[in-house]
């Protein structure tokens, strides 16, 4: 079964925070992505990895950056936290999706909220 | 802006009908579609995909279609059951390998 763990459910950070948002996954996929999902809005690519040490912003990734040091290892960072950063924030990996499957596995997610 | 809509953020449907939510995309370099269902305080889960050389695909009680030409696809769940009440986004895959999601359909099936 594949696995997709998020460090955190719930946090809290004060405005000005630097946060770090882990997400490990135990495929060997060698995709991994990170999303956020607002109401209204969907969910929205903010960084994607297709490999260790590589990185591609996705849609919005202003305000943030990411890290893949290790392949099953993929770190969101808010570098400082803005009250408009407050969201759920979700991970993904997938294998090469031109290699067949395509299919992405999320985490359960981390409900961030900024005050 | 937004390349793949699903226009309708809600939708109800009594149990054993059949339940039919809607995307559309406006890139024609999306070759493959996927369709995730979302449970509250859950990640999303994968439903079923579709390559851009099919029309349709099947499993079980969910099928999708795809209308290249109307770049609309569809997903379709005969018979609806209360445990598919969920949020469905619909996906596609561009060729350099990046997701694009939907804004979500909220399906309700009424027991």
């Known amino acids: 079964d594949v696995k997709v763990t998020q460090s955190s459910r719930y946090l809290v950070k004060r405005t000005g925070e630097k946060v770090f948002l882990e997400c490990v996954q135990d495929?060997?996929?060698?995709?991994m992505f990170w999303y956020r999902q607002d109401p209204g809005l969907g969910l929205r690519l903010i960084y994607f990895?297709?490999?260790?040490?590589?990185?591609e912003k996705g849609d919005i990734p202003e305000g943030y950056s990411v890290s893949r040091e290790k392949k099953e290892r993929f770190s969101l960072i808010l570098e400082s936290a803005s009250t408009n950063q407050t969201s759920m924030y979700l991970c993904a990996s997938s294998h090469n999706p031109r290699l067949g499957d395509s299919e992405q596995y999320f985490g359960p997610g981390t409900r961030l909220t900024v005050t | 802006d937004q390349q793949v809509k699903q226009n309708s953020p809600s939708l109800s449907v009594q149990e054993g009908r059949i339940s039919i939510l809607n995307c559309d995309y406006t890139n024609s370099m999306f070759d493959y579609f996927l369709w995730y269902k979302k449970y509250p305080a859950e990640g999303p889960t994968f439903l079923i995909s579709?390559?851009?050389?099919?029309d349709k695909n099947e499993d079980g009680r969910f099928t999708v279609f795809l209308n290249k030409s109307a770049k609309h696809l569809s997903l379709h769940i005969v018979p609806s059951q209360p445990g598919d009440s969920a949020v469905y986004f619909c996906?596609?895959?561009?060729?350099?390998?990046?997701?694009?999601f939907g804004t979500g359909t909220s399906l309700t099936v009424i027991p």
């Open positions: 579709i390559s851009s050389i099919k």
């Open positions: 990895s297709y490999d260790v040490k590589m990185k």
């Open positions: 495929m060997d996929h060698e995709n």
């Open positions: 996906a596609a895959l561009n060729t350099g390998n990046q997701f694009y």
